[in-house]
């Protein structure tokens, strides 16, 4: 089934992981790229995990997961390796009405976390719905090489310009050159 693409603001939501290992890890850095709103239950941590728990000094428990514990939560990440677990924590998170990722377990799982790009203001999401990570990797290692480093800024002038013009077609003929003149400036390797 295809998943729909949409960018989620994560401000306000509640997000929990529940795994300590290098999966959950890996979720968790991809989390705080867009917020820092993430509290984190697992029996063992590894050592990375640990480490960025304690730099960012998130909240997290050492302990095994108990039910109840996602009710209070608006985004769940189950990153464990007992599926029957998985599947547990999965149904009881239709309860409470959270969205619910169980990693690499795509029968439990309300969404999937995408490959993506993120320079400043621009964010590329990658997914083939489960068919192929490797290619969503290569895919994504090609469009870094692409995409300049300093697009960051170009979408802050961008963002500075647009907000200088009166709404109409002028202004956006104007962006709409401005934008394609820079794409264009790009060399396609």
Known sequence: ????????????????????????????????GFTENIHIIAQEFCDDMFKVMEQKTLLYQQRAYRVGDIKEYDIVIIAIDD?????????ESKEYKCLCNSVDNLENCDFTFASYI????????????GASPAFTKQLKIYL?????????????????????????NERMKMLKDKAKNYIKSWRIK
């Open 144 to 168: 870094e090489s692409v995409i300049p480093k300093d697009v960051g800024e170009f979408l802050k002038e961008m963002k500075e310009f647009r907000a200088t013009l009166p709404k109409g």
């Open 83 to 91: 599926l029957t677990l998985a599947k547990e924590i999965y149904e």
């Open 1 to 32: 089934m295809p998943y729909f693409p949409a960018f989620l603001n994560l401000h306000a939501k509640q997000i929990l992981i529940i795994g300590g290992g290098v999966v959950a890890h890996n979720k968790l850095v991809q989390l705080l």
């Open 118 to 129: 993120k320079q400043g203001d621009l964010t590329l999401a990658i997914s083939t719905n």
